[in-house]
């Protein structure tokens, strides 16, 4: 059972490591080459990570029997990640400018060791 628990996490950290570093070199991307976020297999990979990655999300959540809007950490997780999600797509998509489109992938990293932060220590203000 602790085998089944251990897989799952390693299978969520996993993607989320992988879900940022996609992130990121879209980003240098975004910046440089912006012609290469066109790329079917760059706008496509992305979502299937990040579907494993909220899918191994709620199971661990039922795993660990500890909910957003019960638990605070959760809760600041969840709100982080619309955040986060939010100033994705300014970054990729959305920002009118490509100084938007920076500032707003910068701040989407800083939401992201966020999320990591409340992850690791369960608190709501990770370094308080």
Not at 6 to 13: E, T, W
Not at 24 to 38: D, E
Not at 79 to 85: H, N, S, W
């Amino acid at each position: 059972m602790l085998d089944s628990y251990l897989l799952l996490k390693q299978i969520h950290v996993s993607t989320a490591v992988i879900s940022v570093t996609l992130f990121v070199v879209r980003g240098i991307w975004m910046m440089a080459w912006p012609h290469l976020l066109t790329l079917k297999t760059v706008r496509v990979i992305p979502h299937i990570v990040d579907t494993v990655l909220l899918a191994s999300a709620l199971a661990l959540t039922w795993w660990i029997s500890q909910y957003p809007f019960v638990q605070g950490w959760l809760t600041a997780k969840i709100l982080a990640l619309f955040v986060y999600i939010i100033l994705g797509s300014v970054a990729l998509k959305r920002g009118g400018t490509k100084r938007v489109r920076i500032i707003a992938w910068l701040l989407a990293l800083v939401t992201f060791a966020y999320i990591v932060a409340v992850a690791i220590t369960r608190q709501v203000i990770p370094l308080g």
